[in-house]
């Protein structure tokens, strides 16, 4: 009991700012597969305050606009080559599970590849402590790394 409490007075007292980013090499159906956790409340406020408007993304009025917002900013802020070609992600959809907001794309046509670069600045005009962890498989092959706001960039050869 006292360790959840300490862990709860943690998280209200220093909170953290957390995304993690998974980008999976398909090879069954030649395509990359990628998806996005940020904490629903941090994507929320970075959402109104990139479009100017008030949102609720756990429960949408619109979840067609909420849609087309998170597909803006993540492409915006997430910008992914695999051997030097940027790639053209198609947005599959969002969900919410606890705390956090979950976004997945995919691109297809996408058979072997050597080098993934990756530049990711998500949330990091809401918080200048903003850590964002990326995971990358490519051949069952798995290679992690972090980067802290300012920093953006990565990459991973295979």
Known sequence: ????????????????????????????????????????????????????????????????????????????????????KPLNLSFIGYEIQEDGAWSYFEVKGINAVKEVQVHDDLLYEQHPEQINMMHVIVNNQRKSTKVDNPDADANFKF
């Open 1 to 84: 009991m006292l360790q959840l409490l300490l862990i709860s007075w943690f998280r209200i007292f220093h909170p953290f700012y957390v995304s993690v980013t998974e980008i999976k090499q398909n090879p069954s159906n030649h395509s990359i597969e990628i998806s996005c956790r940020m904490f629903y409340d941090d994507l929320e406020k970075a959402l109104e305050k990139q479009y100017h408007m008030q949102l609720d993304i756990v429960k949408p009025k619109d979840k067609a606009q909420i849609n087309k917002l998170i597909n803006d900013y993540v492409k915006k802020h997430l910008i992914i080559r695999a051997d030097g």
